[in-house]
């Protein structure tokens, strides 16, 4: 496959960005082998991560790639759409997925039984398979089989925990996904009946002469709500943690930086490439809705993380509070909240990511996330909890790391609109990210450690390699915003332009 | 580090009455040098307090002996066992 | 910009992260290297230099050399190598890293020129500073660390919220004058307020500093404070509300300074004393005072790094600085004894040491401007620095009774320091030129007229006489072990209950919205359990269910919104 030549696969990149993690998959399958699988694993994620690579700088020098799949014209046929923004979300997963992946062996040898592994891994590509295709396609309903795809493989990834709870949890997280990805269905449903089309851009051009009737309107509703269940919208939330806490640790680190992500992508898509912006947040009260619970998240769910003993629950609330600063920059929707919003997408999955997968090292070495076992643990753990401590003060959005440039941009989207309480909303909620940030921190760094702690040791090379490497990324992000804000920068400006 | 042995011996320099009082003589001394050496130049007052003659011997004694009277008093106030805070 | 046009506190905040990397001789040789690289870069950097960084629509000023900002940039960059000197004989990775983030953070807020760049500096300054603090490993440590840490975020988000109000106001960023009235000015002058320890808002000094580490302490005497009356001089100077504010400040912390057992807490009560001082010689705006201010700072910086530095000399080798407990130590530590007394005269201002010239400047000021009240109480707080710093500290430390502690003189590199630190004060005080040379404004008049001379060691000299009296009488107040209260009573004690209530109320206010929810639609629904912990493990199961009835509360909300805006 690697053999040949550049230029003719060139033209086939969008295809090739989920037809090699999805074959990968399928041979992964039939490997029996655990530490095999990984390393067959390893290549397809890098090779995935390489092919969004290309195809981001493509789009940065070229502008919107479409491409017809099967050699079927859009919009009959199904399109590979890739534009900026599509190319921003696939750089994200691609090399989340890949990264993760480097840090997966050790952890999965420890977490998931010998005869699972292969399959862990199956499931792995595939979830990373759909998560692509989302971003990737152009058509809505292939965008749902996707979702479908992305979903049930990654149920499959969190029930593979070796705590019982996980089946539960993941039952939970099926329930709660079939659930949304049905509306979302209806949605694409009543806008086909509508306008005859599925493909985003035949649709957003058929609607412009549409007037914004009750079919229309009930599209949006179903899409809305059935996407908000999927990127974990406040209250539609609850399924997030229990999914997060009780995963295996590589699913957990995997899930944290994509799943939520890809989700949020494809509300953008539908707001403004779909319906455009005029009709979403003109006509409809969007914006109030989305503000609102935006805010009920970044305060209700920071609270509750400031009270939760064990450390990846923290991060999972801390998780549901960092997808309401996003979906305020979307409530927004002017250039600076988008921009913000987008911003935040990047560097949220960077420095959760790191903060999840420094959990999962802890996991390793003592078998527990509780906080209390973890006292004290940062002396014994120093390399580890220094990067944990770094993503930690990026999830406060400290000055000089990522976290603060997108809350600057949020800050600032809302002072361009005035609506100067939000920007102490803002502030309460980084106050209280303080807190639950400042809780772990202080007993991982200044209490006495206990009998778990004690033993405990930074992991392995490849594992310690991807935790700090994202961690002085977070510090490279928070200085040099070339490719996070001047980037969404025109994906905002594109998105606000794109449907009049 | 600190070895807090008993005294050892003999007390220092600073420590004989004779050598206090032998400092405490020259202190006295320099000052009444000190106020004699203000008629022996021209004064530029800026404000008319300084006019009064030995104002700045004066001041200084008073304040510092107000200040410290004033801390006594805060003492009353404000004065709790060491261990405050840290009992519950 | 020319390639040396870079900001000295970047080098020094990049140092710092480069040295938590490294082993303790690559971190020695970068505390003590990077500053000295750091002044060569500044002294190299042309006056009027200007460094622009365009984001995002916005120009950063990176840098920007005047008057005002070369002295405070140079004598932070010599307290940073003082106390790298200081700090040698320590090995300690997490202070090594924060100590030089910290200063290199306060450098670049002096350099900086618009208040986005001020505002990352300064909450810089605050998470840096933190861990000099925690670095004492003890509980008392590590609750005072927490304290301080909220009056610093305090100040800091006070500081943003101002900066944005003033920018929507202004359109302006730059960190320049700003005028007292608005909504936004008064948070940025409260923001500075509260890093400069203003009356009220001053307690996270004495609570503080005393608890950080030996090292850790003379680096915060220096840096946090004086970036507060940079601030001040540069956006308020001539604002005459300063003035009364410093008066207070000069004259408050005596009293508690006098009462007070632990000699690095009479130490931090001196600080805000004499950034009253400062404050006053900005308020009054004038040329002269204004170069008083500045002078003072530097001078200041020199002399309080000393008094700290032989109080550290003190704790490492005895284990204490309670006044009660020491005492004849003159004996075993002859040199900092004599160095220690040296920044006593500095303080206290006696001729011939670098206070007497610096302070001199800021009294001619009030005198020029003809404030009588206001001279007559910073004459009066001369003599109150005379009795905590220039007598109590070094009498006793070293004098006094015998505390019984027969130790070694402090390590070498710690004579180095304050050696360095003593000859700067003496130095200053013999050729004010040097000094003088670097201030905003040009000095004309020599501060060693006659009257100037004999008038100031009069005072201080019957001062020391009233001292005299009061021992010899007994009058003088005994040292007693004992906890003092101040402002911080208010949330240490009383704040204690409350802050647990309102912890208390906040966890059940939470759990009252949740489980309110709960009951009143889980009671139409026949779903609602009970119990439901706040970790969730109870309620796994029933979420499920709780969860596709928000998504139908959802679909349903949306629908009637949208259609009712149709209609």
């Not at chain 1, 305060?299 to 997808?323: E, P």
């Not at chain 1, 009998?451 to 700090?468: C, G, N």
């Not at chain 3, 005299?468 to 209260?485: D, H, Q």
Request: glycine share 10%.
């Amino acid at each position: 496959m690697s053999a040949a030549p550049g230029f003719e696969l060139g033209h086939h990149l969008p295809a090739l960005q989920v037809v090699v993690p999805l074959i990968g998959a399928v041979i992964c399958a039939m490997l029996r082998n655990g530490t095999l699988a990984w390393g067959w694993a390893l290549i397809v994620s890098v090779l995935t991560a390489a092919i969004s690579t290309m195809l981001f700088v493509a789009v940065q020098a070229g502008g919107t790639i479409s491409y017809g799949l099967g050699g079927w014209a859009p919009p009959y046929g199904i399109e590979y759409r890739v534009d900026l923004l599509s190319a921003f979300i696939l750089l994200i997963v691609s090399w989340a997925g890949a990264i993760i992946m480097v840090y997966a062996r050790q952890s999965v040898m420890h977490e998931i039984d010998a005869g699972k592994r292969a399959w862990y891994y199956c499931m792995y590509l595939l979830c990373l398979t759909g998560l692509l295709g989302i971003a990737i396609t152009g058509d809505a309903f292939n965008a749902f089989v996707f979702m479908e795809v992305s979903s049930l493989s990654m149920y499959t990834l969190i029930a593979m925990g070796k705590n019982r709870r996980a089946l539960l949890s993941s039952y939970q997280y099926l329930i709660m996904g079939t659930i949304g990805a049905t509306f979302y269905v209806i949605g694409v449903g009543i806008l086909f009946t509508l306008t005859g089309s599925l493909n985003f851009v035949d649709i957003a051009e058929r609607l412009v002469t549409m007037q914004m009737e009750r079919p229309a309107i009930a599209a949006i509703t179903f899409l809305t709500v059935g996407i908000s269940l999927k990127l974990a919208l406040f209250p539609l939330h609850s399924w997030l943690p229990n999914a997060y806490a009780y995963a295996p640790s590589v699913t957990t680190s995997f899930l944290a930086g994509t799943a939520t992500k890809v989700a949020i992508y494809l509300l953008m898509r539908i707001f403004f490439s779909t319906f455009g912006e005029a009709k979403v947040f003109e006509i409809l009260p969007t914006t109030t809705i989305l503000v609102l619970l935006s805010v009920s998240a970044m305060i209700g769910a920071s609270l509750v993380a400031v009270f939760q003993d064990d450390v990846k629950r923290v991060l999972a609330y801390s998780s549901v509070a960092q997808v309401g600063y996003i979906t305020l920059g979307i409530a927004l929707a002017n250039d600076l909240g988008l921009t913000s919003a987008l911003v935040h997408i990047f560097n949220h999955a960077l420095m959760k990511t790191a903060l999840f997968l420094a959990v999962g090292a802890v996991f390793l070495r003592i078998g527990s996330v509780r906080l209390h076992d973890l006292d004290g643990i940062g002396p014994k753990m120093p390399v580890t909890m220094a990067a944990f401590a770094l993503a930690g003060f990026a999830l406060i959005g400290t000055p000089g790391t990522a976290g603060f440039v997108s809350k600057y941009y949020l800050a600032a989207a809302v002072i361009d609109k005035g609506w100067w309480g939000l920007v102490f909303v803002i502030a309460a909620s980084s106050l209280i990210a303080v807190f639950y940030v400042g809780r772990l921190l202080e007993a991982i760094w200044f209490r006495a450690p206990g009998a778990l702690a004690q033993k405990a040791s930074d992991p392995p090379l490849s594992m310690l390699l991807p935790i700090v490497g994202l961690s002085l990324a977070v510090i490279w992000f928070g200085v040099d915003t070339r490719l996070t804000v001047d980037v969404a920068h025109n994906i905002a400006t594109m998105l606000l332009g794109g449907v009049k | 580090m600190s070895d807090k042995t008993p005294k050892d011996g003999e007390p220092g320099w600073f420590e004989r009455k004779r050598n206090i009082d032998k400092v405490w003589y020259v202190l006295l001394v320099f000052g009444a040098i000190l106020t004699a050496s203000e008629f022996l130049y021209e004064h530029h007052p800026h404000f008319a307090i300084e006019e009064i003659p030995v104002f700045y011997e004066i001041f200084g004694f008073l304040a510092f002996v107000f200040i410290v009277f004033a801390g006594k008093a805060l003492r009353k106030l404000i004065m709790r066992d060491e261990d405050y805070y840290d009992r519950d | 910009m020319t390639a040396i046009d870079v900001n000295p506190g970047l080098l020094m905040i990049a140092a710092g992260l480069l040295a938590c990397l490294l082993p303790r001789v690559g971190r020695q040789l970068l505390t003590l290297g990077t500053p000295v690289a750091g002044l060569l870069l500044l002294i190299a950097t042309p006056m009027g230099a200007l460094t622009t960084l365009p984001i995002f629509g916005y120009d950063l000023t990176l840098l920007r050399l005047d008057g005002l900002a070369f002295p405070f940039g140079i004598i932070f960059l010599i307290a940073a190598f003082l106390n790298a000197i200081f700090a040698l004989h320590q090995d300690d990775r997490l202070q090594d890293s924060a100590v030089m983030i910290y200063g290199g953070a306060a450098v670049g807020a002096v350099l900086a020129g618009d208040l986005a760049s001020l505002f990352i500096y300064w909450e810089l300054t605050a998470v840096s500073s933190v861990f000099l603090i925690l670095a004492s490993r003890t509980e008392r440590a590590y609750s005072a660390a927490m304290r301080y840490l909220v009056w610093q975020i305090g100040s800091g988000v006070l500081l943003l919220a101002g900066i944005l109000l003033h920018y929507q106001e202004t359109g302006s960023m730059a960190f320049t004058t700003i005028t007292l009235g608005s909504v936004g000015s008064w948070a940025i002058f409260l923001a500075f307020g509260i890093k400069c320890a203003f009356p009220l808002l001053h307690n996270w000094v004495q609570d503080a500093y005393p608890e950080a580490t030996i090292t850790g302490t003379v680096a915060l005497s220096a840096f946090t404070t004086k970036l507060a009356v940079y601030a001040f001089a540069r956006s308020f100077a001539g604002e005459e509300l300063l003035i009364p504010i410093g008066v207070v400040m000069t004259c408050f912390p005596v009293f508690f300074a006098v009462i007070e057992n632990d000699l690095r807490r009479v130490l931090a009560f001196s600080l805000n004393n004499q950034l009253g001082f400062m404050l006053v010689g900005i308020g009054i705006g004038s040329e002269i005072a204004i170069n008083g201010a500045v002078s003072h700072a530097f001078a200041h910086i020199i002399y309080k790094s000393l008094l700290f530095m032989s109080m550290g000399a003190v704790l490492y080798r005895t284990g204490t600085v309670k006044a009660s407990e020491l005492g004849g130590l003159y004996k075993s530590m002859p040199l900092t004894t004599i160095f220690c007394i040296i920044g006593a005269l500095s303080i206290a201002g006696f001729p011939l040491t670098s206070g007497f010239v610096t302070k001199n400047l800021t009294l001619t000021g009030a005198e020029y401007a003809g404030y009588f009240w206001i001279w007559l109480l910073l004459i009066f707080a001369s003599a109150g620095v005379m009795e905590h710093s220039g007598i109590k500290i070094p009498f006793f430390a070293f004098f006094s009774h015998d505390g019984g502690h027969r130790v070694k003189e402090a390590p070498v590199n710690m004579l180095i320091a304050m050696g360095i630190a003593a000859g700067a004060c003496i130095f200053i005080g013999i050729f004010p030129q040097t000094l003088y040379s670097i201030l905003p404004y040009e000095v004309t008049k020599s501060p060693y007229s006659v009257q100037s001379v004999v008038t100031k060691t009069q005072l201080l000299t019957f001062s020391i006489i009233a001292f005299g009296v009061l021992i010899r009488a007994g009058l003088y107040p005994k040292e007693i072990p004992s906890t003092n209260l101040n402002t911080d009573w208010l949330y240490r004690h009383v704040g204690r209950y409350f802050v647990g209530v309102l912890a208390y109320m906040a966890r059940w206010a939470w759990a009252g919205v949740c489980g309110g929810w709960r009951a009143t639609l889980g009671a139409a629904h026949g779903l609602i359990r009970r119990h439901y912990g706040p970790d969730g493990a109870m309620g796994s199961a029933w979420p499920t269910g709780q969860m596709a009835f928000w998504a139908t509360v959802m679909i349903a909300a949306y629908s009637l919104i949208g259609f009712w805006y149709l209609l």
